[in-house]
Nanobody, 124 residues
Framework: QVQLAESGGGLVQAGGSLRLSCAASGQTFSSYVMGWFRQAPGKEREFVAAISRGGGVTEYQDSVKGRFTISRDNAKNTVYLQMNSLKPEDTAVYYC?????????????????WGQGTQVTVSS
């Protein structure tokens, strides 16, 4: 069982930056693929980024490539999402998720555990 807790959301102007963190409980964090997803009001949840167990492989949604960076610190049981050059369309609740499979990529159904989410609001 893994419990995930996101933090770092808030209100920021367009062009600004935020760094989201997701702290995981348990001692097997390094055995999980980690992902970030987001859901805007009235829209379906969408994939943002994923990172492999060791951190050597990452994947991003096209709209965030070059602006967002996912990383992890297995010693701290934490995954991060650095978000730069934020746009109003990035406004959403951001969720981190953990998957036991070898690679979960953008497939939400492959993730086993989810956090409660943190709100990110980007004003124009």
């Amino acid at each position: 069982q893994v419990q995930l807790a996101e933090s770092g959301g808030g209100l920021v102007q367009a062009g600004g930056s935020l760094r989201l963190s997701c702290a995981a409980s348990g001692q097997t964090f390094s055995s999980y693929v980690m992902g970030w997803f987001r859901q805007a009001p009235g829209k379906e949840r969408e994939f943002v980024a994923a990172i492999s167990r060791g951190g050597g492989v990452t994947e991003y949604q096209d709209s965030v490539k070059g602006r967002f960076t996912i990383s992890r610190d297995n010693a701290k049981n934490t995954v991060y999402l650095q978000m730069n050059s934020l746009k109003p369309e990035d406004t959403a609740v951001y969720y981190c998720a953990a998957a036991r499979t070898a690679w979960a990529s953008s497939h939400g159904e492959r993730y086993d555990y989810w956090g409660q989410g943190t709100q990110v609001t980007v004003s124009s």
